[in-house]
């Protein structure tokens, strides 16, 4: 990602903004994990996006005085003696301005006072109130010394706007950069995805399976997960948002396997369900049909000009006809249909936005009926899970089952950015039973 990004996106908002105002965006905090031992730092997703600076302690102000003049201003980390030996070096303050372009920039520790008379004057400032503690308080500080004559000649803002709607919808419509990043965060999860069907073997743990996925992330230049991966046998493949991953992988069983890898920021994000002693059973062959053909439809009506909406229109009505076939749902179909009677084996959304964040920002639209554009990238995520207490025949029970592609909408339709990570049936058994023989 080059300077010339990061500053075409920075004009990009300064031309939305209004005359005489300043656009605040900072840093992510640094979260305790206990005592006094940190996670591992993930920078905010808004501030990365304008700065590419993957420090805390810094604030980001974007300044227009007229339509033609506006400048840029960084606080960031004093790079002290103290900061270097136990944190390592920081970027400081006089490399800022030629390796971020931006026009000044000012110690953290002095943000309260200098950044008053960067404000003073101006009539917006725009910021996103209720993001974090820590800017929140920072912010209303400053505007306090302001509006109450805490320093001479100085005058506050008298409008305080939220840039999310317009920063939102800014990092909806991916760039060339970003589809670049996108699209090899996608084949090194789908690597991940590869790598554990070759390592899967029944009495294996969950996390001994994610932490094979993890090794390829690592392995190919990804070294954190996009979140918290997903590793549900058996019955824990009905548990959406299950990530445990403690539990002894049975022979017989299916594993569903959710793991995507983050590369500069930008998330992977791919499911995929395999048998576990590498051959389905009747049951599970007969759900995962009706998924594969249900995400493969969605795969083949995406393009430019629909929406979410429409297409999870179709992929649902296909989902309820099939599972009407195996007599787990019951009654007229049209009926079915309207009461959505699939919600108890498909309960989430078919697709969602992917980019800095694995649930991306930008507007849905109303009941998600935005049309698609090209530039933007989305999942195809559709699934059936039947509960092992569900009323249907019982050679069904506990059986949970997902697949999950990431595809950029493209001028002439889709193009699938996971691909490679296998989920036609045969080939994942002969891949499974090639294993076995060797």
Same mark, same amino acid.
């Given at each position: 990602?080059?300077?010339?990004?990061?500053?075409?996106?920075?004009?990009?908002?300064?031309?939305?903004?209004?005359?005489?105002?300043?656009?605040?965006?900072?840093?992510?905090?640094?979260?305790?994990?206990?005592?006094?031992?940190?996670?591992?730092?993930?920078?905010?997703?808004?501030?990365?996006?304008?700065?590419?600076?993957?420090?805390?302690?810094?604030?980001?102000?974007?300044? *227009?005085?007229?339509?033609?003049?506006?400048?840029?201003?960084?606080?960031?980390?004093?790079?002290? &003696?103290?900061?270097?030996? +136990?944190?390592?070096?920081?970027?400081?303050?006089?490399?800022?301005?030629?390796?971020?372009?931006?026009?000044?920039?000012?110690?953290?520790?002095?943000?309260?006072?200098?950044?008053?008379?960067? &404000?003073?004057?101006?009539?917006?400032?725009?910021?996103?109130?209720?993001?974090?503690?820590?800017?929140? =308080?920072?912010?209303?500080?400053?505007?306090?010394?302001?509006?109450?004559?805490?320093?001479?000649?100085?005058?506050?803002? /008298?409008?305080?706007?939220?840039?999310?709607?317009?920063?939102?919808?800014?990092?909806?419509?991916? /760039?060339?950069?970003?589809?670049? &990043?996108?699209?090899?965060?996608?084949?090194?999860?789908?690597?991940? @995805?590869?790598?554990?069907?070759?390592?899967?073997?029944?009495?294996?743990?969950?996390?001994?399976?994610?932490?094979?996925?993890?090794?390829?992330?690592? *392995?190919?230049?990804?070294?954190? =997960? /996009?979140?918290?991966?997903?590793?549900?046998?058996?019955?824990?493949?009905?548990?959406?948002?299950?990530?445990?991953?403690?539990? *002894?992988?049975? /022979?017989?069983?299916?594993?569903?396997?959710?793991?995507?890898?983050?590369?500069?920021?930008?998330?992977?994000?791919? =499911?995929?369900?395999?048998?576990?002693?590498?051959?389905?059973?009747?049951?599970?062959?007969?759900?995962?049909?009706?998924?594969?053909?249900?995400?493969?439809?969605?795969?083949?009506?995406?393009?430019?000009?629909?929406?979410?909406?429409?297409?999870? *229109?179709?992929?649902?009505?296909?989902? =309820?006809?099939?599972?009407?076939?195996?007599?787990?749902? @019951?009654?007229?179909?049209?009926? &079915?249909?309207?009461?959505?009677?699939?919600?108890?084996?498909?309960?989430?959304?078919?697709? @969602? +936005?992917?980019?800095?964040?694995?649930?991306?920002?930008?507007?849905?639209?109303?009941?998600?009926?935005?049309?698609?554009?090209?530039?933007?990238?989305?999942?195809?995520?559709?699934?059936?899970?039947?509960?092992?207490?569900?009323?249907?025949?019982?050679?069904?029970?506990?059986?949970?089952?997902?697949?999950?592609?990431?595809?950029?909408?493209?001028?002439?339709?889709?193009?699938?950015?996971?691909?490679?990570?296998?989920?036609?049936?045969?080939?994942?058994?002969?891949?499974?039973?090639?294993?076995?023989?060797?």
């Amino acid at each position: 990602m080059t300077k010339k990004e990061f500053l075409y996106r920075r004009q990009a908002l300064l031309s939305k903004m209004a005359p005489s105002s300043g656009a605040l965006f900072f840093a992510a905090p640094v979260i305790m994990r206990n005592k006094d031992n940190a996670y591992p730092y993930r920078q905010n997703s808004d501030f990365w996006y304008f700065t590419g600076l993957n420090e805390p302690e810094a604030a980001l102000l974007l300044i *227009k005085i007229t339509t033609y003049q506006d400048y840029s201003v960084l606080f960031n980390r004093r790079p002290t &003696l103290q900061t270097k030996t +136990w944190l390592g070096p920081c970027l400081g303050q006089d490399a800022a301005p030629s390796q971020l372009a931006v026009d000044y920039s000012f110690p953290w520790d002095t943000i309260s006072n200098n950044i008053c008379y960067f &404000l003073n004057g101006l009539r917006i400032i725009y910021h996103a109130q209720g993001q974090d503690k820590v800017s929140d =308080t920072i912010v209303s500080s400053i505007l306090h010394k302001l509006q109450n004559g805490l320093l001479q000649h100085c005058s506050s803002p /008298s409008i305080v706007a939220d840039w999310r709607p317009w920063v939102h919808e800014l990092r909806l419509i991916k /760039s060339k950069a970003e589809q670049g &990043l996108l699209r090899e965060a996608g084949h090194i999860s789908a690597l991940g @995805h590869q790598r554990a069907i070759a390592c899967l073997v029944p009495d294996m743990y969950e996390y001994q399976l994610e932490g094979e996925m993890q090794y390829e992330f690592n *392995k190919n230049g990804a070294r954190f =997960t /996009s979140y918290n991966t997903i590793i549900g046998s058996g019955t824990n493949a009905c548990i959406l948002h299950y990530n445990n991953n403690t539990k *002894k992988i049975k /022979s017989g069983e299916l594993v569903l396997m959710d793991a995507g890898c983050e590369l500069q920021g930008y998330a992977g994000d791919i =499911t995929r369900t395999i048998p576990v002693n590498g051959i389905f059973s009747v049951p599970q062959r007969a759900i995962y049909s009706i998924v594969l053909d249900a995400i493969n439809l969605g795969l083949a009506l995406y393009t430019p000009g629909t929406t979410i909406f429409q297409v999870t *229109k179709k992929v649902t009505y296909m989902i =309820t006809k099939r599972l009407m076939q195996l007599n787990i749902l @019951h009654g007229n179909l049209e009926t &079915l249909i309207e009461e959505n009677a699939v919600h108890q084996f498909f309960m989430h959304k078919l697709s @969602h +936005w992917l980019g800095l964040d694995v649930h991306d920002v930008g507007s849905y639209g109303q009941n998600y009926d935005r049309v698609l554009e090209p530039g933007m990238v989305l999942t195809v995520e559709p699934g059936i899970y039947i509960a092992p207490d569900a009323s249907v025949p019982k050679e069904y029970l506990g059986i949970g089952i997902r697949i999950e592609d990431t595809i950029l909408i493209t001028k002439d339709g889709n193009e699938n950015l996971t691909i490679l990570a296998e989920k036609n049936i045969t080939k994942i058994e002969t891949l499974m039973m090639n294993k076995k023989k060797s």
